[in-house]
């Protein structure tokens, strides 16, 4: 085959969110006049559909898109998202917030977790979210915008989305087709592969239908119909680090007040998670089998809603792991179909971003070379490592001795990786992290602090500083942020301001 015979026909096999991300990007950076773009997926199929919170990122997806942020927002039935509560995950009766954007600033290089540490017991600080933009506007139930100048403390502020998966996979298709993907519409029998090198060549539609194509994306959900079913690529499967493999999801109706957050609440075996929308809220219950049952579980995901039920329970089973190759011969696999992590920390849409992002960057010919192919799944294993690790640490850093369950995940052997960041922490508040690591510093920090993994000394760096200076600068800080949440409007006044839906403008 010639070296340089480009992709023709791309045929993204699944819709839903990863698939319609998929071609929405796709139709943006990879529509050339001549290749055609394709998308097979069946309405009679539905999706999981619990990818409704999500981190920072997806703004840098969307804005790389030419999205509009408030058109989004009313067509998705959006809020905005300033970070993460987590409610009796350290100890029962304890909270906190894993914020997004930075805590605090760093002095002189010193990073602020650090300076904390060193006054927090002499100077009697409070705790560390005091001096999170983040932190005290969600405690406040406030939002607004991140402001470019770094002089504003709005300007340490990071914010993702609620929204309706199901109405952000329309808005998506709605801008794919418009760019010129073809939709096809039925179910996918099979596939045809190459009998030379295996190379998929086309699906098969259940009523005889071929859609042939030259790459093909899988995003036909946990059934990985190409990557898992056709060329047979093993599953390596992380229960023994995060054993929950149920869920159950129902809708119920808005509450007030507006909430700028995610919250997950951990339960006896296992979390159940509120997401606020702008038309109800999302509400699931994820747990291990092995220490609830259904009837038990389905009981207390509804005995802890803030409203009145909307549907029955949707149970969804799952495993968490990754397939030990992301990219296989000519195909791809975005979201479920090639791992699962537990949207403890809402990583799966991310995941599909990143995924979608390193593709085009090794995009390839009519070949599909294997050092593309090395490059793009040595990089995506270490992704779902890093989150594994991070979700990891919620269930290994606890105090809760209360049920068998929580016994078990505090006790479990974990992965060394993750064994050596929570040692160097403890040690003096050092964090670990990769160049690529999704999660950066303060992520890491607010967990740590947040589970009660407190550092036994801080970096003797520190103490290269003027501690007047630094103390002066605290307060003023910690002021500042006060300060500019109460100028902030609330959650809900700034959506109806500027980006209610359509749909909610009857009930304004």
């Given at each position: 085959?010639?070296?340089?015979s480009?992709?023709?026909?791309?045929?993204?096999?699944?819709g839903?969110?990863?698939?319609?991300?998929?071609?929405?990007?796709?139709?943006r950076?990879?529509?050339d006049?001549r290749r055609?773009?394709?998308l097979?997926?069946?309405?009679?199929?539905?999706?999981?559909?619990v990818?409704?919170?999500t981190?920072?990122p997806?703004?840098?997806?969307n804005?790389?898109l030419?999205?509009d942020?408030?058109?989004?927002?009313r067509?998705t039935?959006?809020?905005?998202?300033?970070g993460?509560?987590?409610?009796?995950w350290?100890?029962?009766?304890?909270?906190?917030?894993h914020?997004?954007?930075?805590?605090?600033?760093d002095f002189?290089g010193?990073a602020?977790?650090?300076?904390?540490?060193?006054?927090?017991?002499r100077?009697?600080?409070?705790?560390?979210?005091d001096?999170s933009m983040?932190?005290v506007?969600a405690?406040?139930g406030?939002?607004?915008?991140?402001?470019s100048d770094p002089?504003?403390?709005?300007?340490?502020l990071?914010y993702a989305y609620?929204?309706d998966?199901?109405?952000?996979?329309?808005?998506?298709?709605?801008?794919?087709?418009?760019?010129?993907?073809?939709?096809?519409?039925?179910?996918?029998?099979?596939?045809?592969?190459d009998?030379k090198?295996?190379?998929?060549t086309?699906v098969?539609?259940?009523d005889g239908?071929?859609i042939?194509?030259?790459?093909?994306?899988?995003?036909?959900?946990f059934?990985?119909?190409?990557?898992?079913q056709?060329?047979?690529?093993p599953?390596?499967?992380?229960s023994?680090w995060?054993?929950?493999?149920?869920?159950?999801?129902?809708?119920?109706e808005r509450?007030?007040?507006l909430?700028?957050?995610?919250r997950?609440t951990?339960?006896g075996?296992?979390w159940q998670w509120?997401?606020?929308?702008?038309?109800?809220?999302?509400?699931?219950?994820?747990?291990c089998s092995?220490?609830?049952?259904?009837d038990?579980a389905?009981?207390?995901?509804l005995s802890h809603?803030?409203g009145?039920?909307?549907?029955e329970?949707r149970?969804?089973?799952f495993t968490a792991?990754v397939?030990d190759?992301?990219?296989e011969k000519?195909?791809?696999?975005l979201?479920?179909?090639?791992?699962f992590i537990e949207p403890?920390?809402?990583t799966s849409?991310?995941?599909?971003?990143t995924?979608i992002s390193?593709?085009f960057w090794l995009?390839?010919?009519?070949r599909?070379?294997?050092v593309e192919?090395?490059e793009?799944?040595?990089m995506?294993?270490?992704?779902?490592a890093?989150?594994?690790?991070?979700?990891?640490l919620?269930?290994?850093?606890?105090?809760?001795?209360?049920?068998?369950?929580w016994?078990m995940?505090?006790?479990?052997a974990?992965?060394d990786?993750?064994?050596?960041?929570i040692?160097l922490?403890r040690?003096?508040g050092r964090?670990?992290?990769?160049?690529?690591?999704?999660?950066?510093?303060?992520?890491?920090?607010?967990?740590?602090?947040g589970?009660?993994?407190i550092p036994?000394?801080y970096?003797?760096?520190?103490?290269?500083?003027?501690?007047?200076r630094?103390?002066a600068?605290?307060?003023t800080?910690s002021g500042?942020?006060a300060e500019?949440?109460?100028r902030?409007?609330?959650?809900?006044?700034y959506?109806?301001?500027?980006?209610l839906?359509?749909a909610?403008e009857a009930?304004?």
């Open positions: 085959m010639n070296a340089h480009p992709i023709e026909t791309l045929v993204i096999v699944g839903g969110t990863a698939g319609w991300m998929a071609a929405a990007a796709a139709s950076f990879l529509d006049g055609k773009i394709v097979v997926e069946s309405e009679e199929i539905g999706t999981v559909g990818g409704e919170a981190i920072p997806i703004l840098s997806f804005a790389k030419g999205i942020e408030q058109d989004f927002v067509a039935q959006a809020t905005f998202k300033l993460i509560e987590f409610v009796n350290g100890g029962l009766g304890e909270s906190y917030m914020p997004f954007g930075s805590i605090g600033r002189d010193v602020f977790h650090q300076i904390w540490g060193k006054f927090r017991e100077a009697k600080l409070g705790p560390i979210t001096f983040g932190c506007a405690a406040a406030k939002f607004a915008p991140s402001s002089r504003s403390p709005l300007s340490q990071g609620h929204f998966a199901g109405l952000y996979a329309r808005f998506l298709r709605d801008y794919a087709e418009a760019g010129g993907v073809v939709r096809h519409e039925g179910k996918i029998a099979g596939a045809e592969q009998a090198t295996g190379f998929v086309a098969v539609l259940e239908r071929q042939a194509g030259d790459l093909f994306i899988d995003c036909s959900g059934r990985s119909l190409l990557l898992g056709a060329l047979g690529v599953y390596h499967d992380w023994e995060l054993p929950c493999d149920t869920a159950f999801a129902v809708p119920s509450t007030a007040p909430l700028p957050y995610t997950s951990a339960h075996a296992g509120r997401i606020p929308l702008q038309h109800r809220t999302g509400n699931g219950h994820v747990y092995a220490f609830m049952d259904e038990e389905c009981r207390t995901l809603l803030d009145a039920a909307l549907a329970p149970k969804i089973a792991g397939r190759r992301l990219w000519n195909v791809i696999a979201g479920l179909s090639g791992g403890l920390e809402s849409i991310h995941l599909i971003q995924g390193k593709l995009f390839p010919d009519k599909c070379s294997a192919r090395d793009y799944n040595r995506m294993r270490e992704q779902f890093y989150i594994r690790d991070f979700i990891v919620h269930y290994k850093a606890t105090a809760r001795d209360d049920t068998p369950f016994r995940v505090r006790d479990m974990i992965p990786s993750l064994a050596r960041k040692d922490f040690e003096k964090i670990l992290r990769y160049d690529h690591d999704l999660f950066d510093i303060p992520s890491w920090v607010a967990v740590m602090l589970q009660n993994i036994d000394g970096d003797a760096v520190a103490d290269a500083l003027d501690d007047e630094v103390l600068a605290l307060r800080l500042n942020y500019q949440a109460q902030m409007p609330s959650h809900a006044e959506i109806a301001r500027f980006c839906a359509p909610m009930h304004a």
